[in-house]
């Protein structure tokens, strides 16, 4: 088992940034992938971005390319959600998860998640 915890959502206006944190914890894996999921209101869960804790590889939806970035922590098991830019059709609740293997973009194919964390962009 892998235990994933959120934090760092809340309100922001158009424009602005914040930083999402997801710190792992339990079972360990010689490779695997971490990534952030968001579901709006109405809509599917959509892929947003992930990377391979053993490489560093990063992989980016298109519609957040250039305004959000991924990034690790290996001492602390956290992996990390810049948004910069943002946008109100950023507005969704953000899911970090947790698969042991290669990096995919199919939230499907993600074993463990968290318990979600909101962010709003107002206009």
């Known amino acids: 088992q892998v235990q994933l915890v959120e934090s760092g959502g809340g309100l922001v206006q158009a424009g602005g940034s914040l930083t999402l944190s997801c710190a792992a914890s339990g079972r360990t894996f010689s490779r695997y992938g971490m990534g952030w999921f968001r579901q709006a209101p109405g809509k599917e869960r959509e892929f947003v971005a992930a990377?391979?804790?053993?490489?560093?590889?990063?992989y980016y939806a298109d519609s957040v390319k250039g305004r959000f970035t991924i990034s690790k922590d290996n001492a602390k098991n956290t992996v990390y959600l810049q948004m910069n830019i943002l946008k109100p059709e950023d507005t969704a609740v953000y899911y970090c998860?947790?698969?042991?293997?290669?990096?995919?973009?199919?939230?499907?194919?993600?074993?463990?998640w968290g318990q979600g964390t909101q962010v709003t962009v107002s206009s």
């Open positions: 998860a947790f698969r042991g293997g290669a990096v995919l973009t199919t939230g499907a194919a993600y074993d463990f």
């Open positions: 990377i391979s804790w053993s490489t560093g590889s990063t």
